[in-house]
């Protein structure tokens, strides 16, 4: 009996040192976000997310699969490989709206629609926003914040230089004003990067010449893309490529937005995302304005997550996608970087001035999607639009490049 006795009491000395190094508390639940925030005002956005995660989402970890680039373009080539393994992250970033085709299509993400009504979304989010969110009667992601991709950033200090002192009243006056820093000694008076962002500025050109109605069109079929008002801001896109810089198929935005920075350009066309960027970047003192000719117009796009079909970690993903719908969530998140929130009941206190404008277009403005961002098309037409300026930079034809557009409609346009 002795035996057993002290048998029994190693064991429970075992038991109980066991216990010191090893508490009953399970260890935190892994949840894979994968985004392309990887620098700049994008990380540190993120970065206030993470924050806001770990204090919502008790017991979860949060795994950063960050991929670099620009606007995603290296992430959605990774993603779209481990989709091809069959190993997607958790949760995965990508633009709101019709770039979610191909993965709805593909059954790779799940449907949400239940949580907008569990979580209040409906009651704070733009009607508008909802009905561009849903496919088919369902909706796939939640939305982090809304980006403006029709807005222009300046060197005011370039633009004195050359007696330019307040924004052009249209296109005409803004080549105007081009030629004026052209003839000024600017070596490049709009700082211009690679296909996409050659996109955004088309895109501009386009709300201007045509006007929301028939711009947001030209993703419905409701607009010609052969038509002679498309030819016409076809023309003018050309005419402005004609100020920028010659390497610009070989830059990416922030290298661009460099120009910008170091005096060698006095506009560059860009996402608000750039607000963030420049002041990070130590140069606060950038203007901006709506691209000319826009109008009230706020052509949108939104950084939005998903639930993987079969996510491994089904209750820390949902806890995730609702700390970034939440209005805590969007708040520490778009004030680091620089976008505002997708909710309208987020205060503005703490948001810059630029923000804070935003904010106000947001719920007044008339609302249009951006190819170049995925609201408005597919990633397949995105990409066969981006391989159409590419092609224009080798050969440029302005009508050759007008059917490559409306082949590409022709192909992908969806009712």
């Not at 302005?398 to 192909?411: M, V």
Request: glycine share 10%; hydrophobic share 45%.
């Amino acid at each position: 009996m002795r035996m057993v006795a002290v048998l029994a009491a190693v064991a429970l000395l075992a038991a109980s040192g066991c216990g010191a190094d090893h508490d009953d508390t399970p260890p935190p639940a892994t949840v894979e976000v994968f985004t392309w925030w990887a620098e700049g005002g994008e990380k540190a956005g993120l970065d206030a997310l993470i924050t806001q995660f770990g204090t919502d989402c008790r017991g979860q970890r949060f795994e950063n699969g960050a991929v670099a680039g620009g606007a995603g373009v290296n992430a959605k080539q990774a993603l779209t490989e481990r989709m091809i393994r069959h190993d997607p992250p958790d949760t995965f970033q990508a633009h709101a709206g019709a770039e979610l085709l191909d993965y709805i299509d593909a059954g790779q993400v799940a449907d949400l629609t239940g949580y907008y009504a569990d979580w209040g979304l409906r009651d704070v989010l733009p009607a508008g926003l909802i009905d561009d969110l849903t496919v088919r009667g369902k909706i796939y992601s939640v939305p982090a914040n809304i980006h403006r991709a029709n807005v222009v950033w300046t060197n005011p200090a370039v633009l004195a230089a050359a007696g330019i002192t307040a924004p052009p009243e249209d296109l005409h006056a803004f080549i105007e004003d081009l030629a004026r820093l052209k003839a000024a000694g600017v070596e490049a008076p709009l700082a211009l990067g690679r296909d996409w962002t050659q996109l955004m500025l088309l895109e501009a050109v386009l709300i201007t010449d045509l006007g929301a109605d028939r711009f947001a069109g030209l993703f419905t079929g409701a607009t010609d893309w052969t038509s002679a008002p498309v030819a016409e801001a076809i023309g003018d896109f050309v005419t402005l490529l004609g100020y920028g810089n010659l390497d610009r198929d070989a830059l990416d935005w922030p290298q661009a937005e460099r120009l910008l920075i170091d005096g060698k350009a006095g506009y560059q066309l860009m996402g608000d995302w750039a607000a963030a960027d420049l002041t990070a970047k130590g140069f606060p003192g950038y203007g901006w304005f709506t691209f000319p000719g826009n109008g009230n117009t706020f052509q949108w796009l939104a950084d939005s997550f998903t639930l993987s079909t079969g996510a491994a970690n089904l209750g820390g993903t949902e806890c995730w996608l609702k700390t970034v719908g939440s209005a805590a969530g969007q708040q520490v998140f778009n004030q680091a970087k620089g976008s505002i929130p997708a909710r309208t009941d987020v205060p503005a206190t703490g948001f810059s001035p630029y923000q804070q404008s935003a904010m106000t277009d947001w719920k007044s403005a008339v609302q249009v999607p951006s190819c170049a961002h995925g609201s408005g098309c597919s990633q397949a037409w995105q990409s066969a639009v981006n391989a159409a300026l590419r092609a224009y930079s080798t050969a440029p034809d302005p009508k050759t490049l007008q059917g490559a557009l409306a082949q590409a409609a022709t192909r992908f346009i969806r009712s």
